[in-house]
């Protein structure tokens, strides 16, 4: 490394030479890459961050192709008139149908709505439309009644014998009774339901309609919500009542709400971020300009004049520092288009990690300027010697993070790719644009670092000893003790909701809809579906699925399983078996001798539902239960919905659901996979899982392997990996007493720390290694220093994301801040007092690294 940057002395001569012909190229490059950032945006499905190749993937498109979105845009219509809520909903729906996209004029942005149910016609065949669980769950009321009152009878008169006892008839209790109560009204109300889907009081009517388009198209989203606004103030709700109003929302909404208040967040952070990276950095260094030029005692004019001088010093770093940002953006643009959870945080990282390739090679520069050295040498003796420390720390921390290119999970491998491409950039920004920059404002005067007027020379203190090495050494390797021991208790959190903010403008609209009771006791909600090749495999699909579900009897997560063949038998012997089942039912609720005089409500109803002795035709078939088994094309009963039991926001449950479901393979060898955003998630938190360990071992041998080439010496390797070891592991134990745990998010954090935090560890061993023992305060006071600014104003770049009021992004920040923050540590107090101790045993490592 060293011949290397000893052959480009050239090259950046050159550069402070030709500085206006650097800044221009720069500028150009800048121009072009920020038109390219400027066309980014923020993709914030996490189910995007999975190879397109899984399964789960594939799946999930072709549900989108032919069901269309699982996500609805709900309409809520409010005022005191349900006649008014009813005329604006029968005018507004075929309007809203009939919206198209501007992209394609012959697509619409809805399939079909949610609206008005066949409730008279559904009450006397609601029978016809049970599946077969749901049949079950009414045989099972039917028995539960019959013991009942055999168990009423015996209560009732001590010498009834019953002949001919059933099976189990009198064994069930009144519990089991009230169970299957509450069953059959759960079936009830999802047959039948609401004729219309109104609040309790009447004054609300909420309509759900569900896409054509990609649930993940922000822009398709947006033109859906803002078209429809559009057609709602077109039809004037006042003019139907005063009163009214008409708001939408749903789950499409939260998304788009979800997107626009993160870009929001994210660019807020980046603003407050970067102005206090610069104010730290504008104040540091006027801070040592003014001391060199004031002395120890107060010189108002001097700080006034420095003052004056400052915001140049936020141009020397900042400008260079932008343009690496812009060039970045350009090259994520052309890679991806657009921007993941992980990704959108980069451009403050990068920032907070560029700015400290800026510190150093300004303040090694201020130096050798205020040793007597002209411009142009000043500039070479940097490039050679700082230079080449920052290009170690930076090709490390590149290399390191290219490690996760290779990962299928996208939150590391985009990560990775953007991230290592933004090092490169600011490494360039800093040693070529900023030199540039440098010599050109020398040249007009608007910068001055000759002695006295930029910052002190190197420190050319006598030799000082680093006191309380050997219990700064102990208490160190005592914490790391204790870290390998505790490291295994550090839990992942798996609560996908615990990672989710609380969106206000959402949560607001939402609550008209929360008026409109959806029906059905058990809660039916978040289906994967399986798309199936034809109509004659649904059947086998449903068999494979519930063959399943009796299996599992140790950790079920399928609740039930539904189709269009089960709900409306299309074969004449389903129909058959159907009716004969039903007949059954009607015969024992009407001429049982335990219920035959009956009249409870639910029996009433039962009876009523259990009308059907012929086949329904297939007009005749309500069209709300149609169009729930209808494809974007018309097509009829081609896919099965998979409803799980267990609450899919806990990851845990979410994997367990994917594997139950994921893989469906039906009796003839047929394979079907499941689609959702959920199964997609869970194979997004698996894959994670698999893929982190490996990408974290693979970032640090790169780091070492990088490390030893730079040093060729495996001892100065060694030391200079010290911080970034001993940091990591003092962070596990920070996090294990804090209770701090790991997410999907802020997992990133630990391969990002393995390329950022080996840069302090770097620049000490360099500049250690060039002075050689005894130089422990020289070093510290200037190396030293610079490391913990430019550690620092890398920990406000990540520091920012603490403002973020998304509990994932913040988790990022708070890990990445405590992260660097102790090998920070490490690499000032503990690495010294290292050396230290090896200088009192006489085994100091020797500059020629031969020892």
Not at 182 to 205: C, F, H, N, Q, W
Not at 308 to 321: D, N, Q, T, Y
Not at 542 to 555: G, I
Not at 679 to 693: G, H, N
Request: proline share 4%; charged share 20%; net charge negative.
């Amino acid at each position: 490394m060293d011949r290397l940057f000893r052959a480009l002395r050239p090259f950046i001569r050159r550069v402070t030479q030709r500085a206006g012909g650097v800044l221009v190229l720069a500028v150009l490059a800048t121009i072009l890459g920020g038109y390219g950032a400027s066309q980014l945006s923020i993709d914030t499905d996490i189910a995007n961050l999975v190879p397109e190749d899984y399964e789960s993937v594939q799946a999930l498109d072709t549900l989108q192709r032919t069901v269309g979105g699982e996500r609805d845009m709900a309409v809520a219509i409010s005022s005191p008139s349900f006649e008014a809520n009813k005329a604006f909903a029968e005018d507004f729906i075929p309007r809203a149908l009939s919206l198209g996209r501007e992209a394609d004029t012959s697509a619409t942005y809805l399939t079909r709505v949610e609206y008005k149910r066949e409730v008279e016609f559904l009450k006397d065949n609601a029978l016809y439309f049970a599946s077969d669980q749901e049949l079950r769950q009414v045989e099972d009321f039917l028995d539960d009644q019959i013991a009942e009152a055999k168990r009423a009878r015996q209560d009732a008169n001590p010498f009834y014998f019953e002949l001919e006892e059933e099976e189990g008839g009198t064994a069930d209790t009144a519990e089991t009774t009230e169970e299957s109560g509450e069953a059959l009204e759960g079936v009830y109300d999802r047959l039948i339901g609401k004729r219309y889907p109104i609040s309790d009081d009447s004054t609300t009517m909420v309509l759900r309609f569900y896409p054509s388009g990609a649930n993940t198209n922000i822009g398709y989203i947006e033109n859906l919500y803002a078209d429809t606004r559009a057609l709602v103030d077109r039809m004037e709700p006042a003019s139907y009542h005063s009163e009214m109003e008409v708001v939408l929302a749903g789950r499409l909404y939260r998304q788009l709400v979800e997107v626009e208040t993160i870009w929001s967040d994210v660019t807020g952070s980046f603003g407050v971020g970067v102005g206090t990276v610069l104010l730290v950095v504008i104040l540091y260094f006027l801070y040592k300009a003014y001391r060199v030029r004031s002395g120890p005692g107060f010189d108002g004019r001097g700080l006034l004049r420095e003052l004056v001088r400052a915001p140049v010093m936020g141009l020397v770093i900042g400008v260079p520092l932008f343009m690496s940002l812009a060039w970045t953006g350009g090259v994520a643009a052309l890679l991806f288009g657009r921007l993941n959870l992980m990704t959108s945080t980069l451009g403050l990282v990068l920032f907070g990690l560029g700015i400290d390739f800026g510190i150093h090679f300004y303040a090694r520069y201020a130096e050798e300027r205020a040793d007597g050295h002209s411009v142009a040498d000043a500039v070479e003796r940097t490039f050679v010697s700082t230079g080449q420390a920052i290009a170690v720390g930076a090709f490390t921390t590149a290399g390191a993070l290219y490690v996760l290119v290779v990962a299928d999970f996208k939150g590391f491998s985009e990560f990775g790719a953007i991230a290592g491409t933004g090092v490169l950039f600011a490494l360039v920004a800093m040693t070529v644009v900023m030199p540039a920059l440098l010599a050109l404002l020398e040249r007009t005067g608007l910068l001055d670092l000759r002695r006295g007027a930029g910052m002190e020379a190197a420190p050319d203190d006598a030799p000082r000893r680093y006191s309380a090495a050997r219990p700064v050494v102990v208490g160190g390797l005592v914490a790391v003790l204790l870290a390998l021991a505790l490291a295994p208790q550090v839990d992942f959190q798996y609560d996908f909701g615990a990672l989710e903010p609380e969106y206000t403008e959402y949560e607001q609209r939402d609550r008209y809809v929360d008026r409109v009771s959806t029906g059905g006791s058990d809660n039916r909600r978040n289906p994967a579906y399986i798309v199936a090749d034809s109509r004659e495999a649904v059947p086998k699909i449903v068999t494979a699925v519930r063959k399943k579900m009796r299996a599992d009897t140790t950790s079920p997560t399928i609740l039930a399983v539904e189709s269009l063949q089960e709900r409306f038998p299309l074969r004449d012997t389903a129909q058959a078996a159907k009716l004969a089942r039903i007949a059954q039912i009607r015969e024992t609720a009407t001429e049982n001798r335990y219920l035959r005089d009956e009249s409870t409500d639910a029996l009433e109803r039962l009876r009523r539902a259990a009308q059907p002795r012929a086949p329904i035709p297939l007009d005749q078939v309500p069209r709300s239960l149609r169009k729930q088994f209808t494809t974007k094309d018309g097509e009829l009963g081609r896919f099965v919905m998979i409803y799980p039991s267990v609450g899919l926001s806990d990851g845990r449950k979410s994997i367990a659901f994917a594997k139950d479901v994921g893989t469906i393979t039906t009796e003839d060898g047929t394979t079907y996979h499941a689609g959702s955003t959920s199964l997609v998630a869970a194979d997004m938190l698996m894959l994670l899982q698999r893929e982190a360990p490996w990408m974290i071992a693979g970032t640090f041998v790169i780091v070492a392997l990088l490390m030893w080439l730079n040093f060729r010496s495996l001892r100065w390797a060694g030391l200079a990996l010290v911080p970034l070891v001993v940091g990591l592991l003092w962070m596990l134990l920070v996090m294990e007493v804090f209770g701090l745990m790991v997410n999907f998010y802020n997992m990133i954090v630990f391969p990002a720390i393995l390329g950022i935090g080996n840069d302090a560890g770097v620049h000490m061993a360099h500049r250690y290694r060039e002075e050689g023992p005894g130089s422990l305060w020289t070093v510290l006071r200037s190396t030293g220093e610079h490391v913990t600014m430019g550690t620092l104003t890398t920990m406000v770049g990540f520091g920012g994301l603490l403002l973020s009021f998304h509990p994932g992004l913040n988790s990022m920040g708070t890990l990445a801040v405590l992260g660097l923050g102790t090998t920070l540590l490490a690499a000032v107090l503990f690495l010294p007092a290292l050396w230290q101790w090896l200088e009192d045993r006489g085994d100091a490592p020797h500059a020629s690294g031969t020892r």
